[in-house]
């Protein structure tokens, strides 16, 4: 479960021996090969050659995709923070020019 969890929480590819680099030797690299192969023969990860070695994820269908709403919310958050950004640059360079003076 340990390995499981952890590939669902970061959601990114890793190979048997960055698992067990990633959990600080929970498991061995040959246990975590093991775990792997059997989470992914169990359809619960996914798996893909990457030349000789083979990386497991998450399956991307379980990630739930952000509604045209919440996308829309995002992107209003997102314009509100730039233009307070510009404006905190624009108090910094002003604050900056009347230190140096």
Same mark, same amino acid.
């Given at each position: ?27 061995? +690299? ?7 192969? #059997?989470? /992914?023969?169990? $359809?619960?990860? &996914?798996?893909? *050659?990457?030349? %000789? ?6 399956p991307q269908?379980?990630?739930?995709? +952000? ?7 995002? #992107?209003? /958050?997102?314009? $509100?923070?730039? &233009?307070?950004? *510009?404006?905190? %640059? ?12």
């Open positions: 479960t340990a390995v499981l969890d952890y590939l669902l929480k970061v959601n990114r590819p890793y190979s048997a021996n960055d698992i067990s680099s990633q959990l600080h030797g929970l498991v061995s +690299p040959a246990q975590a090969k093991k775990i792997l192969n #059997e989470l /992914a023969d169990e $359809e619960r990860l &996914q798996r893909k *050659a990457n030349g %000789k070695q083979q990386v497991f994820y998450a269908s379980t990630i739930a995709v +952000p509604g045209a709403e919440e996308a829309e919310e995002e #992107e209003e /958050a997102i314009k $509100e923070l730039e &233009q307070q950004v *510009a404006q905190l %640059k624009s108090e910094n360079k002003a604050l900056s020019s009347r230190l140096q003076g």
